[in-house]
């Protein structure tokens, strides 16, 4: 067989008024050689059109009509499940910019290598150029990309999680700023030499290369269709490329959520949240409150960009348009908001399908169906003795179907923030809540954000999964510099920065028993912290922090749970933390010498008033 054809470049439509995308769009078509090239509008009827054609070729089954409307399942191939840190490099110029923290490659060198990779990448296929808004269209914390991709599925959940189409595009003017992310599943129909093969519901490639160039802010993916690793805008761009970026110019990007809180008197105060991954940061932006007269309002789950405004304060809005939610542990009784979010119009990945065509995954309820097709589409009874969703199994959907969304989710310019919540997963030591004691101790509970392996009883401090600021995967730079740029920012804030509080819903007794109930009750660690901005109660000078006084943990209508429950879950011990401190010290030497001065100097004293306790 003879080779393929390709593209001449006057067939490749060049529709932007900014002559360096069309460029690298034609470029990039030579490169790939597909066979087609469409600019996507963002439009409903090409969502339709491309969702039809997937079912039509298996990528996607159409879920029942009257169950959940407008929706569909995805099942992806076993070896493409979730985001391949192992992957992932940040290629910046000098080896130290990227820190202990990131993998990574010279950029000559990984040009190189993608190169030969993305060479035909494309053949047989479409590849699609999606424009896209991270953040509200013409806000002044929002940036622009371009992510070219041969993925309809890539292209159909970025119009759910982006702003994307012609709009955004219409924002991407001569000379503007916009970062190039390119994305190919890395499964060409036809060889070189003219050989076809036939596609695959999930075509992937068996090599990953998830890589970011900082210096220039380029994004480059190859081999997976995954969430994470496809969808250019999230945490590839949104977190790691805008990383670089906020430090740069100034500003931050945060995997954080973003809530405003009303109380009974109906002041409002907005709220951000870092939480590691899989401690209930969607269940949190989503909370429904326990107690009586308190609202709270979903602005996002993920991700959150801040920047000074004019009045002084730290701005933030959510970047992303939609939620890429862990279906599996979310149900009416955990999460009816995100339940009542999805219940249309949503892409799923890797869960389970009912008999009568509606989607089902562990802890959606109670008892599981008596038959199912699960992630892999196999038959599944409750029997099977395996998880008929993949534990990563997700929804896709926009944002403004979440009934709690907020009014202000939308504002160009970003919401004012009051407060700084940190949270990780500690069985022992870190309280129900506590306030910081200034910005730098903040950064101090920040940078040393860590998850507990192995429950309390195995000792005083069990191993620590470290994620500084939940931004171990995503940080674009090296560790130590952004610690830094979290102490710049707070210095140039001064007066007018958010308070900062650390949150702990999982910590355990002797026998490894939680002693919150979390969920819905969280709303009474959070009533503190607006009690504390409010100016309404005092705080417990403590050498690790401001805690509560006890009485002042609102347990009204808490069956069963009195105020001496409350004692472990505010328990300071002194032997623990100094022991914890330990850890703490040679977590910073691997870090290395750029750990800030000022951080050092937290510990010491943290130390130093344990000690004279
Ligand atoms: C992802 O894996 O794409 C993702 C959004 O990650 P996480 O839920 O871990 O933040
Ligand atoms: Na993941
Ligand atoms: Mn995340």
């Given amino acids: 067989m003879s080779p393929q054809p390709t593209l001449s470049s006057t067939d490749i439509p060049q529709l932007s008024a900014n002559a360096d995308v069309n460029a690298w769009v034609v470029r990039t078509a030579e490169l790939t050689k597909p066979d087609r090239v469409v600019w996507c509008d963002g439009s409903q009827e090409e969502f339709d059109r491309l969702t039809d054609e997937m079912v039509e070729s298996g990528t996607l089954i159409r879920l029942n009509e009257e169950k959940r409307p407008g929706s569909f399942l995805g099942r992806s191939d076993a070896g493409d499940v979730a985001r391949v840190e192992s992957r992932t490099f940040i290629c910046s110029e000098r080896e130290e910019d990227a820190g202990p923290t990131n993998n990574w490659r010279a950029p000559a060198e990984m040009r190189a290598e993608l190169e030969r990779l993305f060479d035909g990448s494309m053949r047989g296929r479409t590849m699609y150029v999606v424009p896209f808004a991270m953040g509200p269209l013409g806000g002044a914390i929002t940036q622009y990309g371009i992510e070219i991709t041969d993925s309809p599925y890539v292209v159909a959940s970025m119009a759910l999680m982006t702003r994307s189409g012609q709009a955004a595009l219409d924002h991407i003017t001569p000379g503007s700023e916009w970062v190039p992310a390119l994305h190919s599943v890395g499964y060409p129909l036809v060889d070189a030499d003219g050989t076809s093969r036939p596609d695959v519901a999930w075509p992937h490639n068996e090599e990953k290369y998830i890589t970011h160039f900082p210096e220039t802010r380029e994004i480059i993916s190859f ?161 099977s003795g395996r998880p008929a969703a993949h534990p990563n199994a997700r929804f896709t959907v926009r944002a403004e179907q979440c009934p709690t969304l907020s009014p202000d989710w939308n504002a160009p310019d970003g919401v004012p923030v009051d407060a700084i919540l940190f949270g990780g997963r500690r069985a022992t030591n870190v309280p129900l809540v506590f306030q910081s004691k200034n910005w730098e101790h903040g950064c101090f509970l920040g940078a040393t954000l860590a998850s507990e392996q192995t429950a309390a009883a195995e ?155």
């Fill in 459 to 613: 000792g005083p401090v069990g191993k620590l999964r470290r994620d500084p600021f939940a931004m171990q995967p995503f940080a674009g730079y090296h560790m130590a510099d952004y610690w830094g740029h979290w102490l710049d920012i707070g210095a140039d804030l001064g007066d007018a920065a958010p308070a900062i509080f650390q949150v702990n819903w999982f910590r355990k007794d002797a026998d490894g028993k939680f002693l919150w109930p979390g969920f819905g009750e969280n709303v009474r660690a959070v009533k503190w912290v607006t009690d504390r901005l409010a100016g309404k109660v005092p705080a417990v000078e403590t050498p690790i922090g401001n805690l509560p006084r006890l009485g002042d943990i609102d347990l009204e209508g808490l069956d069963g749970f009195t105020a001496d429950d409350l004692v472990p879950l505010f328990e300071v011990s002194d032997l623990s933390w100094l022991a914890e401190l330990d850890v703490t010290r040679e977590y910073f030497e691997e870090i290395g010498p750029k750990v800030p001065d000022a951080l050092v100097a937290q510990l010491d004293e943290v130390g130093t008033s344990l000690k004279e306790n």
């Fill in 223 to 383: 081999g997976s269709g995954y969430g994470g690793n496809a969808l250019l805008g999230k945490k590839c761009f949104a977190l790691r490329i805008a990383s670089v970026m906020a430090r740069d110019e100034g500003w931050m990007a945060e995997h954080m959520l973003l809530i405003q809180v009303t109380n009974p008197e109906g002041r409002t105060f907005t709220i951000t949240g870092a939480f590691p991954s899989a401690t209930g940061k969607t269940n949190l932006a989503m909370l429904q409150p326990r107690l009586p007269g308190w609202k709270v309002e979903t602005l996002g789950d993920d991700i959150v960009w801040l920047r000074k405004g004019a009045d002084g304060r730290l701005n933030a809005i959510n970047p992303e348009f939609g939620f890429f939610g862990v279906a599996p542990g979310t149900g009416y009784d955990t999460n009816p908001v995100a339940m009542t979010t999805i219940e249309r119009n949503t892409i799923f990945t890797n869960v389970a399908l009912t008999d009568d065509g509606d989607v089902w995954w562990e802890g959606m309820t109670d008892e599981a169906p008596a038959h199912l097709i699960d992630w892999q589409g196999e038959d599944w009874t409750p029997d």
